[in-house]
């Protein structure tokens, strides 16, 4: 394992491909604008070097992130301050991001944290772990992508519900509604994370940015909107896949019964 430079609040490590980051401020994790940066830095770290695959966004300690640091508030941070150019908490607006994150959620995900495990590609939840969009209750509202992304992940009765009442959603509820891929035990939390790291690395790296940009570009089409804009020429992954040597690597592996060695280009 690498440690790669690191904020005293947002520590990173590699290992095999895998960038783990971990929100590690107590008590709370809550998130001001020098740890939305940091956090910004470790996922263009993420899309900048080749041999990062994937990351695992998780937090320290009893919270994944209450949020907005409302005591950055009280020594004058504004609720419109610039965070940055990933947005608050450096993904939640880092739309070109061509890699995927998978939030390993270990605690309490509150306002801008449930955001932040909202703007991840997958999400693993333990247990004990409850959601909750509580700006309403502040004289504010979540718009650092829960008004953006719930109504897109929930029933829509269900997203206006949270985002109306702030109440708290727990993990198996969560689950039940298709909010995350998995609720695990905590202390097999990291485990089962990069378990699904581990077999994301085995693929092509243009097929995954392909995939997520496909699925960004067309979110909202029909199906036959969505294959006329895949098919258009305007979605650059998707070319650069058609075109790869990964993409006649691939069917070679197959057909000579061995694991395929992808180059990325």
């Not at 937090?59 to 992130?65: A, E, K, L, N, Q």
């Not at 610039?82 to 908490?89: Q, R, Y």
């Not at 450096?90 to 955001?115: C, D, H, R, Y």
């Amino acid at each position: 394992m690498t440690d790669t430079p690191s904020s005293t609040a947002v520590r990173t490590d590699i290992a095999n491909g895998v960038l783990t980051i971990t929100l590690d401020r107590p008590k709370a994790n809550a998130i001001n604008v020098a740890t939305s940066r940091a956090l910004y830095a470790a996922f263009k770290l993420l899309q900048d070097d080749p041999a990062l695959r994937v990351a695992i966004l998780t937090g320290s300690g009893r919270f994944f992130s209450a949020g907005w640091d409302l005591g950055a508030a009280t020594e004058g941070e504004a609720i419109n301050a610039d965070h940055g150019p990933g947005g608050f908490a450096g993904l939640t607006e880092f739309f070109s991001l061509s890699k995927p994150v998978i939030a390993a959620v270990n605690g309490l995900a509150f306002g801008g944290g449930f955001e932040l495990a909202l703007a991840a590609d997958l999400v693993i939840a333990a247990d004990h772990v409850e959601f909750a969009l509580p700006e309403v209750k502040l004289g504010m509202v979540a718009d650092s992508g829960g008004l953006q992304r719930l109504p897109r992940r929930l029933p829509r009765a269900i997203a206006t519900e949270l985002l109306l009442t702030g109440r708290r959603m727990t993990a198996q509820e969560a689950a039940r509604w298709g909010l995350v891929n998995q609720v695990v035990p905590a202390q097999v939390l990291m485990q089962t994370a990069q378990e699904m790291a581990a077999n994301i690395v085995q693929n092509a790296p243009l097929a995954l940015a392909c995939v997520k940009e496909v699925l960004r570009e067309t979110e909202g089409q029909t199906v036959a909107q969505a294959y006329q804009t895949m098919r258009s020429g305007s979605i650059p992954s998707y070319n650069a896949m058609l075109r790869s040597d990964d993409a006649k690597e691939g069917p070679r592996a197959f057909g000579e019964k061995r694991a395929p060695r992808w180059s990325g280009t």
